[in-house]
């Protein structure tokens, strides 16, 4: 594969992660949907183009992001969560079956717990009812590992038509 196009693939998928980024600032909803679409939309370079790419991708994505997003809360759940998941499921993929949902699953509730409680202290001092942060963190266990099983099979899907592209 050609170096030019390695790199121009590079760009305008940032863009377009950058793009869903800001996009997700508008809906209230977007604090937790947008960064998950971004992580996807990184995906493909993960196997199209190695490891070094995907994680200069991730980091550029998350400086742009913390530069054009007026949601930190947003832009720090790309940083923290969903940007570089998909560069550390490699590492949990080597695990076996109920040890990896495990590390999975402790991965996710360390990053989330630790994001809301420095979201609630420092940006939003208004605390939340504890009924409803646990029913929010149930809620994110159950699209955390939707995601985990959407990974692979999106992966697929744009590797297949990136493939052409790239040759």
């Known amino acids: 594969m050609k170096q030019t196009r390695a790199l121009a693939l590079c760009g305008v998928t940032a863009a377009l992660a950058v793009a869903v980024m800001a996009a997700g600032g508008v809906l209230v909803i977007g604090t937790y949907i947008s960064p998950l679409i971004a992580g996807m939309c990184l995906l493909p370079l993960g196997s199209l183009l190695g490891k070094k790419y995907h994680i200069t991708l991730w980091l550029a994505v998350s400086a742009l992001s913390f530069l054009l997003v007026p949601d930190i809360e947003q832009s720090l759940m790309f940083l923290c969560l969903f940007g570089c998941y998909p560069v550390l499921r490699p590492l949990f993929e080597r695990l076996p079956r109920i040890p990896r949902l495990l590390c999975k699953l402790l991965f996710f509730n360390a990053v989330a717990i630790a994001l809301e409680a420095l979201v609630m202290l420092l940006l939003v001092p208004e605390t939340m009812q504890t009924p409803l942060l646990l029913l929010l963190l149930v809620l994110g266990n159950v ?16 590797n297949k038509r990136l ?5």
């Open 143 to 158: 699209v955390f590992v939707l995601y985990d099983v959407l990974i692979p099979r999106i992966a697929y899907l744009l």
């Open 163 to 167: 493939s052409a592209f790239l040759r």
